[in-house]
Nanobody, 119 residues
Framework: QVQLVESGGGLVQAGGSLRLSCTASGSIFSGYSMAWYRQAPGKQREWLASVLRLGTTNYADSVKGRFTISRDNAKNAVYLQMNSLKPEDTAVYYC?????????????WGQGTQVTVSS
């Protein structure tokens, strides 16, 4: 069964921190790179960070130095530690496999987790 479940979002003041979690069914996690994305209202989905199977990470310039992606292969989980949050970080955050899982011809996305940063 294909499943990606994001959690850990919430409301936080600017400058605060949140840790997002994503658990995946083993069939879509094991052996693959994973990534975090976000989508703000009225904007396209934006790639934030990737973690390769053995832990190498890459970040978008917009979050470099503030966000840290990590994974726990034993738990089929990927995390996003977000520090120094800004109001412009407000968005729905999603995790995804690289390449994305395809279901019925479409890229599969979980339900996402809402992050709201107040000024």
């Amino acid at each position: 069964q294909v499943q990606l479940v994001e959690s850990g979002g919430g409301l936080v003041q600017a400058g605060g921190s949140l840790r997002l979690s994503c658990t995946a069914s083993g069939s879509i996690f094991s052996g693959y790179s994973m990534a975090w994305y976000r989508q703000a209202p009225g904007k396209q989905r934006e790639w934030l960070a990737s973690v390769l199977r053995l832990g190498t990470t890459n970040y978008a310039d917009s979050v470099k130095g503030r966000f840290t992606i990590s994974r726990d292969n034993a738990k089929n989980a990927v995390y996003l530690q977000m520090n120094s949050l800004k109001p412009e970080d407000t968005a729905v955050y999603y995790c995804s496999r690289i390449p994305p899982v395809r279901v019925n011809g479409y890229d599969y996305w979980g339900q996402g987790t809402q992050v709201t940063v107040s000024s």
